[in-house]
């Protein structure tokens, strides 16, 4: 594969009859799109779970459900005795509701932008990582890759997501450049969101080689070699998408 394009094969999905997702998941979705149709902004009051089920044509408790969801990925705030409201979170780049007000975790074509947008961060702040990268930043990028590869190996999920975002952060960080940094945060929240509506956080197909890419990103920013950097981080990204791909397209297709 050409390290300077992403996989082939990024045409819009197209669901076909009688495929099966739970249903907190399409709640979900319909969900963030009806934020975007109804203009609601950060902070803005939304329906009611009543009013969400009534002109979603679901039932509560699935609407629940997908509250639950979107609450814990950050998409919507829910308060006791008064509601439930978009969220007002933000980061440093501004409002996390802004970047996100458009992406829909499920949709592919929303899922290729983002690697390709995060392609551009991550390689960008591997080149600048591999020049500029104290022994401190070193040994925290070193200690991130190895938590990531235990997570694999002892089948913790949680543990590998932990070493996973420690480590890409952990080279965002080496870049010395606090705005890579808030966009490598930014964009690893909406893959999150992925994950946590559609892929409901497992480790994908991938994990393995994910900690043999990590370990080979770092060799190449410990050697201050910026484009070995640059093409191992690409490398791992395209293939993290591939995985995505895979893994959504099971679910979407059955």
């Not at 609407?63 to 969801?69: N, S």
């Not at 949680?158 to 010395?176: E, V």
């Not at 930014?186 to 969101?193: D, F, G, P, S, V």
Request: glycine residues 10%.
């Amino acid at each position: 594969m050409d390290s300077a394009s992403l996989p082939a094969g990024t045409g819009a999905v197209t669901r076909e009859p009688g495929s099966y997702r739970p249903g907190y998941e399409l709640v979900a979705e319909q969900i963030l799109e009806l934020i975007a149709e109804l203009d609601l902004r950060p902070g803005d009051r939304m329906p009611t779970e009543n009013e969400l089920a009534t002109r979603l044509g679901s039932s509560r408790t699935v609407v629940r459900e997908a509250v639950k969801i979107l609450s814990a990925i950050g998409r919507i705030r829910a308060q006791k005795g008064r509601g439930l409201y978009v969220s007002d979170d933000d980061g440093m780049l501004g409002s996390s509701a802004r970047w996100g007000g458009f992406f829909h975790p499920t949709d592919l074509d929303h899922v290729y932008m983002l690697f390709e947008f995060r392609r551009v961060q991550e390689t960008a702040a591997s080149r600048l990582a591999a020049t500029r990268a104290t022994p401190a930043e070193l040994r925290a990028i070193e200690t991130a890759a190895e938590t990531c590869r235990q997570g694999h190996l002892t089948g913790q999920a949680s543990l590998f997501d932990r070493g996973d975002d420690d480590f890409h952060l952990g080279i965002a960080t080496a870049s010395h450049n606090s705005f890579l940094v808030a966009s490598v945060r930014e964009a690893r929240r909406l893959q999150q969101q992925s994950k946590a509506i559609g892929l409901h956080g497992t480790v994908g197909g991938h994990a393995e080689e994910a900690t043999q890419e990590h370990a080979a990103i770092f060799q190449a920013i410990r050697d201050g070699d910026p484009e070995a950097a640059a093409a191992a981080t690409a490398l791992h990204l395209d293939n993290t998408l591939e995985d995505y791909r895979r893994e959504i397209q099971r679910r979407v297709f059955g």
